[in-house]
């Protein structure tokens, strides 16, 4: 660590005198030292080694100094916004704590893909990550590291990543709206609320509230700008923004709604969804503002938050089939639903009187539905539009996620809605997830509804054998074409078709010789329309999106030639299947998916 020196009035090679007086490393003062430790170059093995030295460089590089703090920035810069700005803490302990999350979270991940070829559908298992007790962010930062390495390597851990981490912010997001849930009433926005919907429905997509009214307060400008046009004198303009306040004068308030209708409508060119109503992005508030269209509920949301922002108070209607908003025209207080103008935000802003919106939905309806309702029940509708579209869903993966995301969120709000919860336990009862879950939804119901007895002995019952067989598995069933009773089966399994009427393609995994699911299930999905109806093969197939079904023999399928299903597309996964699954059909060992809980077949 010393420099090197010659000793005094002794001359150096080159004929120069030396200073006699030594100089070392740890002479220089502390700001020094520390600006040098924070080079790039180094890296925390090299800090911990040097920190190691001596007992000044040790002290230079204590906890709360800056070097390990440049260290963790360094390594971690997404972490940086959960600290204050010039904040002082004990950065080595942070950044072994970072450290040590780092390496439990890849194991987890690790030790879930392991798992992946004995459970069907990954339920619970994430439920592990929480039980680790560590900081949240940092597990989300090290699954985010995980799912931007390079984008060749790694991607079954990058699959599950993006699972725990979907799972992760889900539940942080249900703690906030619970809390959002809590607050009394006049302090509830139905913005914040329909951002918490969104996010939750898309927890890996960064929105955030801040970021959606910083949009809302551009199109307020934009609305100002206007007014500034026809009133500038008018007080909106005078009020700074973010402040509270109403416009009491009812020819100001219409020179507000005028003009948030030519800059939303107008100008901006927002409009309903009518050609495409039932996609669920029209009910996400950041996908309406991105795409300047949506449905009722959602651009009425939109229009309130303006109209508030302008000091203009509209209240939402509940109205059947079609959300509406309502301006008081009268004093406060009154409830004549004649002293109201309602104003369709899904029709640009049309205004109505009482009997108009009648000619809406094409009949008459009671005074109780023109009436305001509460935050919360605008938020209950706006999950039950996005739960109606789930289950009006083709029954692949998006549409059960959708349906559980929806589900999850109605319960939030209304946990006693026994209707939901049955669908609920029906729904995690056929994914064959969370089985202990099911029961305590199931005695919850039973507790509210005695008369549900039925069905939910029914459940109840399928879902201990479904625990039993988790506990106890069978070995698997060695089956043979060559046997008698297999003889009408014409695929193999590792067999690559295409589905004749739904026309995906598909690998085939499993068969049984006769349908094997539940009297419910044949007659829910209605195989008895079928031309043999249960009494033929059926076959568990790998779908090319991802998803598997279990689907008839009869005339659906059709056999493709390899070759063929290569230029089609077919992904490396299919392929890589049903190499390995041919292999099985090969030495005979013919498994099927024999489950508790069934796959849902094709339709």
């Known amino acids: 660590m010393a420099t090197s020196v010659a000793g005094e009035g002794q001359q150096c090679l080159n004929g120069i005198i030396c200073d006699p007086q030594t100089k070392i490393l740890t002479d220089l003062p502390s700001e020094l030292l520390e ?108 699954l985010l590291f995980i799912l931007n390495t390079d984008k060749r390597k790694s991607l079954t851990l990058k699959y599950y990543a993006k699972k725990i981490l979907y799972f992760l912010r889900q539940q942080n997001i249900l703690r906030s709206l619970k809390m959002f849930l809590e607050q009394p009433v006049e302090q509830q926005s139905a913005l914040e609320g329909a951002v918490l919907v969104d996010q939750y429905c898309n927890p890996l997509a960064d929105i955030t509230l801040d970021s959606i009214s910083a949009q809302l307060d551009e199109i307020t400008e934009k609305v100002k700008k206007m007014l500034r046009i026809k009133n500038p004198s008018h007080p909106t303009l005078r009020n700074a923004q973010g402040d509270c306040f109403v416009i009491e004068d009812f020819d100001l308030q219409r020179q507000v709604v005028c003009a948030i209708n030519s800059v939303l409508y107008e100008q901006l060119q927002y409009k309903g969804n009518e050609f495409d109503y039932y996609n669920p992005l029209n009910s996400y508030i950041h996908q309406v503002l991105l795409r300047h269209t949506g449905i009722p509920i959602s651009l009425s949301v939109l229009y309130m938050t303006l109209a508030r922002k302008l000091g203009v108070q509209l209240e939402p209607v509940n109205f ?249 597309n077919c992904s490396l996964y299919m392929i890589i299947c049903c190499v390995h699954l041919t292999f099985y059909a090969s030495t005979q060992q013919i498994f099927s998916c024999q489950l508790s809980t069934p796959w849902f077949p094709l339709k």
Request: hydrophobic letters at 35%; proline letters at 4%; aromatic letters at 10%.
């Open 35 to 142: 600006h040098i430790l924070c080079f790039p170059v180094l890296q925390h093995i090299d800090i911990c080694n040097v920190s190691s030295c001596c007992k000044r460089l040790h002290d230079v590089c204590h906890g709360r100094g800056k070097v390990w703090g440049h260290q963790y920035k360094l390594r971690w810069p997404r972490l940086q916004r959960f600290y204050r700005q010039n904040e002082c803490c004990d950065w080595l302990k942070e950044y072994k704590t970072r450290h040590r999350v780092g390496i439990q979270i890849r194991r987890m991940v690790e030790s879930i893909s392991k798992r992946f070829f004995t459970e069907v559908v990954l339920g619970d298992s994430f439920a592990e990550i929480e039980s680790l007790g560590m900081p949240e962010h940092f597990c989300e930062d090290e």
């Open 320 to 568: 059947p089939n079609h959300f509406l908003l309502r301006w008081c025209q009268k004093p406060r207080g009154s409830e004549d639903i004649y002293d109201f103008v309602y104003i369709d935000a899904f029709g640009k802003g049309k205004q109505l009187t009482a009997k108009e919106c009648e000619y809406l939905i094409g009949h008459q309806v009671t005074a109780d539905y023109y009436s305001a309702i509460s935050t919360t029940e605008v938020l209950l509708r706006m999950v039950g539009n996005l739960l109606n579209i789930g289950k009006r869903g083709e029954g692949n993966e998006k549409s059960y996620q959708l349906l559980r995301d929806s589900l999850d969120l109605y319960l939030t709000i209304n946990p006693d809605n026994v209707q939901y919860l049955l669908l609920q336990a029906r729904l995690y009862f056929h994914l064959g997830i969370w089985p202990e879950k099911v029961l305590d939804i199931l005695q919850h119901i039973q507790a509210l509804d005695p008369s549900q007895h039925g069905a939910v002995g029914y459940l109840v019952q399928h879902t201990l054998e479904h625990i039993q067989h988790k506990k106890h598995p069978l070995a698997p069933e060695t089956k043979s074409r060559s046997t008698p009773e297999h003889l009408e089966v014409q695929y193999s399994v590792g067999l690559i078709m295409k589905h004749k009427r739904s026309g995906y393609n598909c690998v085939i995994y499993g068969w049984d010789p006769k349908c094997t699911m539940s009297q419910e299930w044949i007659t829910t999905m209605r195989v008895h329309q079928l031309s043999n109806g249960a009494n033929q093969p059926f076959y568990n197939v790998l779908v090319q999106d991802g998803t598997c079904r279990y689907a008839a023999q009869g005339m659906d399928f059709h056999q493709w030639a390899f070759a063929k299903i290569l230029l089609v």
